[in-house]
Each structure stands twice: as structure tokens, then as C-alpha cells.
């Protein structure tokens, strides 16, 4: 099971950290990534990491300003968001996958376990 928290509204410029607490499993072998969805659009990938938070991999959009980690003393992982922009609005979703290889998926249909998501709102 994945649960997400810390959405919230924020004006642009601003900073939120989102979490994802993993429970009902091992997920040493899994990928862990970040997609989000807008209002009549796909969702998108945002960023990735292995369970063991030695790699990580992020969409071009939020390299720079986003940042994924493990938090290696709990089940977590962690989003900072920093210099959020209006485009950033979206539904925010964990979601949990196996992967193969040393490129971790960016495609949702790769990732097997999903959160219920958390609202980001950028105000301009």
C-alpha cells in the first residue's frame, strides 16, 4: 500500500514536500516513482528512485528543482519540490514497480502499485 501526503496550495516561487509511506510489503527490488495528472491530460512522469536510493531519474521539466529521496530509517520517499510553477498543478500519484536493467521505467503502465494521489495547486 502507498499513501501520499503534503499536497497543498502554494504560490509559484513557493516549496512543498511530498511523501510516500510504503506498507504491506518488501520493496527492495522496486522502483519507486512520482507521475501527476492534470485536468484533460495524461499522466506524466515526474521522477524515480530505487528502493535503495542509489539511482535515481527525473523528467526534464523538474530537473534542477525537484528532488526524490529514501528516507533509509523508514518505509518513505520524499518529493521536495522547490521553485514550483503554475504548470506544476496536477494531481501528484506514488506509485511503486520492479524493473529491469539500470534504466528505471518512466511508463505508468511499468509500475504496479499506486497511491490515491495528492493534490499540488501553483498559484501565479
Known amino acids: 500500500q502507498l499513501v501520499e501526503s503534503g499536497g497543498g496550495l502554494v504560490q509559484a516561487g513557493a516549496s512543498l514536500t511530498l511523501s510516500c509511506a510504503a506498507s504491506g510489503g518488501t520493496f527492495s527490488r522496486y522502483a519507486v516513482g512520482w507521475f501527476r495528472q492534470a485536468p484533460g491530460k495524461d499522466r506524466e512522469f515526474v521522477v524515480a528512485i530505487t528502493w535503495s536510493g542509489g539511482r535515481t531519474r527525473y523528467a526534464d521539466s523538474v530537473k534542477g528543482r525537484f528532488t526524490i529521496s529514501r528516507d533509509l530509517g523508514k518505509p518513505t520517499v520524499s518529493l521536495q519540490m522547490n521553485s514550483l510553477k503554475p504548470e506544476d498543478t496536477a494531481v501528484y500519484y506514488c506509485?511503486?514497480?520492479?524493473?529491469?536493467?539500470?534504466?528505471?521505467?518512466?511508463?505508468?503502465?511499468?509500475?504496479?502499485?499506486w497511491g490515491q494521489g495528492t493534490q499540488v495547486t501553483v498559484s501565479s
Open positions: 506509485a511503486a514497480g520492479t524493473y529491469n536493467g539500470w534504466v528505471l521505467p518512466t511508463n505508468p503502465r511499468s509500475y504496479d502499485y
